[in-house]
């Protein structure tokens, strides 16, 4: 049976809508912000099944940012909702990780005006014994790759899910990358991408949390890389899928594979050929 063929939608942002995943919006804020932002997406999704977009069952999600200074996965907090309308509409059974396997985002190079930012979203189904990470890497053949590996227990982890203050999310990300430190061994070079694995400690199948939740904890711990000197401020990919096995009771553990890339690599075409 054939795939569906891949497609993108074009989501454009105001500024006074867009969050971060460092940003300073209370829980309050962020509620209204992702209810408006949802509601949006949920416009948007209709009118792309309207156009042809079809139902897709395993897939792989691109996000190109444009428009944003900032490294392209802080956008995770302002993807959630739009992610979540595109459940809403009914574009793909679930957004959990047994069928969004794997989440990446990269910067969209081309200038675009000020005051909005611009998300591509690209979807591209999979077959059921397709491996995204293997898919990946092997666009890369050669590359060279540095793994660190973090265990975070329950005061240092930090999800989009979690309802806290802004004072409190800071707390918690800078425990993050106290619990970071020493993790990051080598460096893949001042070019590369990353892929973060996250392991649950709930061992029930189907239960487990989106792994691009985690984005936080995820940037916290890539931060301690980039003021050791080991990593880029933004790499050219960055990309979160589900790791095998379970955590320990009471913590969660990301695997971060950071891989060379060439300077100019062009990720869209490369996971479409």
């Given at each position: 049976?054939?795939l ?50 079809p ?8 996000v190109?940012?444009g428009?944003?200074?900032?490294s392209p ?8 909702p ?42 591209i ?34 999800t989009s ?9 800071k ?8 619990t970071s ?15 973060c ?18 984005a936080?904890?995820?940037t ?8 050791d000197?080991?990593l ?22 990301l ?18 050929a």
């Amino acid at each position: 049976m054939s795939l569906p063929r891949p497609y993108a939608v074009r989501f454009t942002v105001s500024a006074s809508l867009w969050m971060t995943t460092t940003g300073s919006e209370d829980a309050t804020e962020r509620k209204r912000h992702r209810g408006r932002l949802r509601a949006y997406g949920r416009s948007v999704w209709r009118d792309a099944k309207k156009a042809g977009a079809p139902r897709v069952g395993r897939y792989l999600m691109l996000v190109t940012v444009g428009g944003r200074r900032e490294s392209p996965v802080l956008a995770a907090e302002t993807l959630k909702p739009l992610i979540d309308a595109g459940t809403d509409e009914g574009l793909w059974p679930d957004d959990d990780p047994y069928h969004r396997v794997m989440t990446c985002y990269l910067r969209d190079p081309r200038p675009l005006p000020g005051g909005r930012a611009e998300l591509f979203i690209w979807v591209i189904p999979l077959r059921p014994n397709t491996d995204p990470l293997a898919m990946l890497l092997a666009r890369v053949p050669g590359s060279r790759a540095t793994l660190a590996r973090a265990t975070f227990d329950e005061g240092s982890w930090l999800t989009s899910n979690m309802r806290m203050s802004a004072r409190d999310r800071k707390s918690f990300q800078t425990r993050a990358m106290k619990t970071s430190r020493g993790a990051w061994k080598a460096s893949p070079g001042a070019d590369c991408g990353v892929v973060c694995q996250v392991r649950y400690p709930d061992p029930r199948p189907r239960y487990k949390g989106d792994p691009d939740n985690v984005a936080e904890t995820a940037t916290a711990m890539w931060g301690v890389g980039v003021l050791d000197g080991l990593l880029p401020a933004s790499p050219s990919i960055f990309c979160f899928m589900l790791a095998d096995g379970e955590s320990e009771p009471g913590h969660h553990d990301l695997d971060m594979l950071a891989f060379s890339t060439p300077g100019d690599v062009d990720w869209p075409t490369l996971l479409l050929a």
